[in-house]
């Protein structure tokens, strides 16, 4: 079965930091794009982060670049964001997901994991 | 940055069909795709490519994409299809999502 498992949320102060791994399972991790996407509370998806399948290229939203960083492990089928700098509105819902296609990328996200909630409060 | 925008809610009659715009800027030069999200559950790819259903995905779901606007059509709409869907395109190295479109089935 294929399967993205998120952990390393949790409850952080303002300006802290949180490690947020994705481990895959069922398919062949190496071959594919990856992506991180939140959802704050009761809103809606917001894309945050990808890494192509080679860890070569890297993209961020502005709202996290020079804040968050994106890596993979292809030898562990596990992808991470390094989160730093934290502010109230990063509290969201983190998912990881797989960009579809493998490598010709089909720009959309066939599977996503069940999230792993990050609270940035004081 | 880019935007996409959709209506904040469609109602539909169980049967009948349901269909929700995503507007953007020459959206019909990008690939569109669409996701269903129930409560308390991960996204759902439902269109992929404008057009294309992924595996297991029911036929009644269908997509399209021109100019300005990408559609997503649900016909013979079924009380399960009742959720929120977003769209969303690849623009200048990042994905942009939709504003979300609440369907309700009653």
């Known amino acids: 079965e294929v399967q993205l498992v998120e952990s390393g949320g949790g409850v952080v102060r303002p300006g802290g930091s949180l490690r947020l791994s994705c481990t895959a399972s069922g398919f062949s991790f190496d071959d594919f794009a990856m992506s991180w996407v939140r959802q704050a509370p009761g809103k809606g998806l917001e894309w945050v982060s990808g890494?192509?399948?080679?860890?070569?290229?890297?993209g961020y939203a502005d709202s996290v670049k020079g804040r968050f960083i994106i890596s993979r492990d292809n030898a562990k089928n596990s992808l991470f964001l390094q989160m730093n700098s934290l502010r109230a509105e990063d509290t969201a819902l983190y998912y990881c997901?797989?960009?579809?296609?493998?490598?010709?990328?089909?720009?959309?996200?066939?599977?996503w994991g069940q999230g792993t909630m990050v609270t940035v409060s004081s | 940055s880019y935007e996409l925008t959709q209506p904040p809610s469609v109602s539909v009659s169980p049967g009948q069909t349901a269909s929700i715009t995503c507007s953007g800027d020459?959206?019909?030069?990008?690939?569109a795709c669409w996701y269903q999200q129930k409560p308390g559950q991960s996204p759902v790819l439902v269109i992929y490519q404008d057009t294309k259903r992924p595996s297991g995905i029911p036929e009644r779901f269908s997509g399209s994409n021109s100019g300005n606007t990408a559609t997503l059509t649900i016909s013979g709409t079924q009380v399960m299809d009742e959720a929120v869907y977003y769209c969303q395109a690849w623009d200048s190295s990042s994905y942009v999502f939709g504003t979300g479109t609440k369907v309700t089935v009653l």
């Open positions: 890494i192509n399948w080679n860890d070569a290229s890297t």
């Open positions: 020459k959206l019909g030069d990008k690939y």
């Open positions: 997901a797989r960009e579809g296609g493998g490598s010709s990328s089909n720009q959309a996200f066939d599977v």
